[in-house]
């Protein structure tokens, strides 16, 4: 009878293992990556409100008469 070489149940559990544990490290380092962009881009997005709420008080332009708060 020929011998068939083959993977033991213990062989494959222990490998099995190990791929579960580097693809949930992966998901881990994947999502906060996704988190860190997504903060970076509100950052910057409220950068470049302000920048244009900056520009936009410059140009404004009030009568003397008028008051600072609107309506009085």
């Given at each position: 009878?020929k011998?068939?070489k083959?993977?033991?149940l213990?062989?494959?559990?222990i490998?099995?293992?190990?791929?579960?544990?580097?693809?949930s490290?992966g998901?881990?380092?994947?999502?906060?990556?996704?988190?860190?962009?997504?903060?970076?881009?509100d950052?910057?997005n409220?950068?470049?409100?302000?920048?244009?709420?900056?520009?936009?008080?410059?140009l404004?332009?009030?009568?003397?008469?008028?008051?600072?708060v609107y309506?009085?």
């Open positions: 009878m011998k068939v083959a993977y033991t213990m062989e494959m559990l490998v099995m293992s190990i791929m579960i544990i580097v693809l490290l998901v881990y380092s994947y999502i906060a990556y996704i988190e860190t962009t997504k903060y970076n881009q950052v910057a409220l950068q470049s409100d302000i920048t244009a709420m900056q520009r936009a008080s410059m404004f332009k009030k009568d003397a008469d008028d008051g600072w309506g009085v």
